[in-house]
C-alpha cells in the first residue's frame, strides 16, 4: 500500500503515527510509505509574515525538519533511525531541536554521520524539500496539521494516542478509502 504521512518533530502524535508506520515497515508490512514534511509553525503564519523556512531563528522545529529530511532524501538508509531520534530528542528528552548541537546527538545517537547531515543541510536542499513538501501538502490535499495520511486525492489528519502500535495503524488505513465519514471525534480524552 502506497501511502504519505505528514510529520513535524514537534507533535508528538506525529511521533505517534511515524513509529507505528516505522515500526510496520520492520515487521515487513506492505506498505511504501511516503514522509512528508509539513511544518506546524507555517502552518500558523500570518500571510505578510517570512516563511519560517526562511527566518534565521526561532524555536519552530525547522532545523530538526531539515536534518530529516537531509537523512530521508540522501541517506534513505539510516533514515528511520534519525526519524526516530529526532522525535526523541524532543519528546522523551524535552530539547531544543532548534539547536544543532542537540540535533548532532540526536543523530549520532541513530548511528549516523552528523558532519554528513550537516553538510547537506548547508547546501539548502532540505530547505527547498521542506518548502515544496509543505506547499504540496497544503495546496494538493488542504493539509492543517500532522499526523495526516495521503492517499491518493485524500487525506486524513488522525491522532492516535498510543505510541508506535501498528495495528491501530492498520486499522486506520485500511479506512483511508472510506470516504463516507468526515469527522470522528471524541469529546473527551480517556486516559
Known amino acids: 500500500m502506497h501511502f504519505g504521512i505528514t510529520f513535524d518533530y514537534l507533535c508528538p502524535f506525529a511521533r505517534n503515527a511515524a513509529e507505528a508506520v516505522l515500526n510496520g515497515v520492520e515487521e515487513g508490512r506492505d506498505w511504501q510509505p511516503r514522509y512528508v514534511a509539513f511544518s506546524l509553525a507555517q502552518a500558523h503564519t500570518a500571510e505578510d509574515e ?49 539547536d544543532e548541537a542537540i540535533l548532532r546527538k540526536a543523530v549520532t545517537s541513530a548511528g549516523a554521520d552528523p558532519d554528513a ?44 494516542m498510543s505510541r508506535g502500535d501498528v495495528e491501530d495503524l492498520q486499522r486506520v488505513l485500511d479506512m483511508l478509502s472510506w470516504t463516507n465519514l468526515n469527522e470522528f471525534k471524541r469529546t473527551t480524552t480517556p486516559r
Do not use: C, Y
Open 50 to 98: 517570512p516563511d519560517v523556512w526562511d527566518k534565521s531563528s526561532g524555536k519552530s522545529g525547522v532545523l530538526a525538519l531539515q536534518w530529516g529530511l537531509a537523512a530521508r532524501d540522501s541517506f534513505p538508509e539510516i533514515f528511520p533511525a534519525v526519524h526516530r531520534a529526532l522525535f526523541a530528542a524532543r519528546h522523551d528528552d524535552g530539547r531544543d531541536i532548534n
Open 117 to 160: 547531515i550537516a553538510a547537506v543541510v548547508a547546501i539548502g536542499s532540505p530547505k527547498e524539500a521542506l518548502a515544496a513538501d509543505h506547499m504540496e501538502a497544503a495546496g494538493e490535499w488542504s493539509v492543517f496539521g500532522v499526523p495526516t495520511f495521503l492517499a491518493g486525492d485524500d487525506a486524513t489528519f488522525v491522532r492516535f
